[in-house]
Antibody
């Protein structure tokens, strides 16, 4: 069965960077893009960016102004999300999700990773 | 500001029908893009509830249904149950944005 397992919670100081991993299993890793979604406490879902795991091309939301980098490792069937220059407003749960190209929706999600930014 | 607007909250008694709207514009829902819905139970990840405007993934009860008309879409829960208390989000695409992925503002459903 399709499954995404994300790395554990992180606590970072303002100005630091954080990397969250998302390990996929149960399907052909290069067949679907992987996306990242942020959810601040009590707030809505916010699309961050994506990576085509077949070709490596990425898309990013302008909201993150160059602070976001998404990478992947096909052999490890894992995608990574790095957010730099962290500030307190980045405190959130970060989700990875698979985008199903034919249904055009996010059909499987990781369990989420809480990143807390605090001095 | 989210480009897809939902009511912040709706509520109903068990067994009642509730409808959540997702209001968009000519650059997203009105352009023919499909609308998808996700349910987020407290403390958990979102899960797909409706895709392609009105299709249910396997395992989703048939009391959940979706529709789309013009620049809006709706999610209806017929026969509300206590376990339906959650946040619900619509999602679509917007041709005025690059990349085009957009989520709605979210709706909290409370079972009275």
């Amino acid at each position: 069965q399709v499954q995404f397992v994300q790395s554990g919670p992180e606590v970072k100081k303002p100005g630091a960077s954080v990397t969250v991993s998302c390990k996929a299993s149960g399907y052909a890793f290069t067949d679907h893009t992987i996306h990242w979604v942020r959810q601040a406490p009590g707030q809505r879902l916010e699309w961050m960016g994506s990576i085509n795991t077949g070709y490596g091309n990425t898309q990013y939301s302008e909201t993150f102004h160059g602070r976001l980098t998404i990478t992947w490792d096909t052999s490890a069937t894992t995608a990574y999300m790095e957010l730099s220059s962290l500030r307190s407003e980045d405190t959130a749960v970060f989700y990875c999700a698979r985008f199903h190209w034919s249904d055009s929706n996010f059909d499987y999600w990781g369990q989420g990773t809480l990143v807390t930014v605090s001095s | 500001q989210p480009v897809l607007t939902q009511p912040p909250s709706v509520s109903g008694a068990p067994g009642q029908r509730v409808t959540i709207s997702c209001s968009g514009s000519s650059s997203n829902i009105g352009s023919g893009y499909e609308v998808h819905w996700y349910q987020q139970l407290p403390g958990t990840a979102p899960r797909p509830l409706i895709y392609g405007n009105n299709k249910r993934p396997s395992g989703v009860p048939d009391r959940f249904s979706g529709s789309k008309s013009g620049t809006s879409a709706s999610l209806t829960i017929t026969g509300l149950q206590a376990e339906d208390e959650a946040d619900y989000y619509c999602q679509s695409f917007d041709s005025s944005l690059s990349p085009p992925y957009v989520f709605g503002s979210g709706t909290k459903v409370t079972v009275l």
